[in-house]
């Protein structure tokens, strides 16, 4: 995979980023995501993978509300594991991660390119700001979708993997626990492609089950 940073701006081709929040786990209705037209494959996906995923979310992109990722999420508390839905309208990628402390640098995510279909890529990024493959490859990939221009992943990971370069997923239940912040990124070119952060992070609970 060819290094690169996640994405607000990409040069030549068409990417986007979300550094987006989730104000509160009241599950959202799927049909309204993605402006509420034009995303019958993703509503599929939606009945096919993810249905029994109680928290549901979609983050739209500053410069258009109907552009944006949608995710959806089930934690298992006794098995450790969280389950996870990512879909963007994208030809090329897809990526989803957590950030701790609200930048690029320190983050920690995962990264789906279409150019290989059959597997997702644990990735974490250091002073550079470019992700480098984690050596602990923690992330899952369940089962994922290209279609009608809409990528569309469930992955899996556990809560917490004792891997340094992992975030770990904490119960944020509490008033006193930050509540975790998030990023997502996608585009239309074959691999992932370099970008620069324009926004910042905003928080999202998670720890609903």
């Not at 990409?10 to 599950?27: D, F, H, K």
């Not at 609200?102 to 974490?124: H, K």
């Not at 480098?132 to 992330?139: F, H, V």
Request: proline residues 5%.
């Amino acid at each position: 995979m060819t290094p690169s940073s996640i994405i607000s701006l990409c040069v030549s081709v068409s990417c986007a980023l979300i550094a987006g929040a989730i104000p509160s786990l009241a599950a959202s209705n799927p049909e309204d995501f993605f402006g509420g037209q034009d995303h019958q494959a993703y509503l599929e996906w939606v009945e096919q993978s993810v249905k029994d995923f109680p928290n549901s979310y979609f983050i739209s992109s500053s410069a258009n509300p109907a552009q944006g990722v949608a995710i959806h999420w089930k934690i298992s508390v006794q098995e450790g594991y969280i389950d996870l839905g990512v879909a963007a309208k994208a030809k090329g990628w897809l990526s989803f991660g957590l950030s701790d402390n609200g930048g690029m640098t320190g983050s920690d995510m995962f990264l789906f390119e279409t150019a290989n279909p059959s597997i997702v890529t644990d990735a974490y990024v250091q002073d550079t700001r470019l992700p480098q493959d984690d050596g602990c490859q923690d992330w899952l990939l369940v089962d994922s979708s290209i279609e009608s221009d809409f990528l569309m992943v469930k992955v899996r990971r556990l809560l917490v993997t004792g891997d340094t370069q992992d975030i770990p997923i904490r119960n944020d239940s509490g008033l006193d626990t930050p509540v975790h912040r998030v990023i997502a990124a996608w585009g239309d070119s074959g691999e992932v492609c370099t970008i620069r952060l324009l926004e910042g992070l905003r928080p999202i609970s998670i720890s609903k089950a």
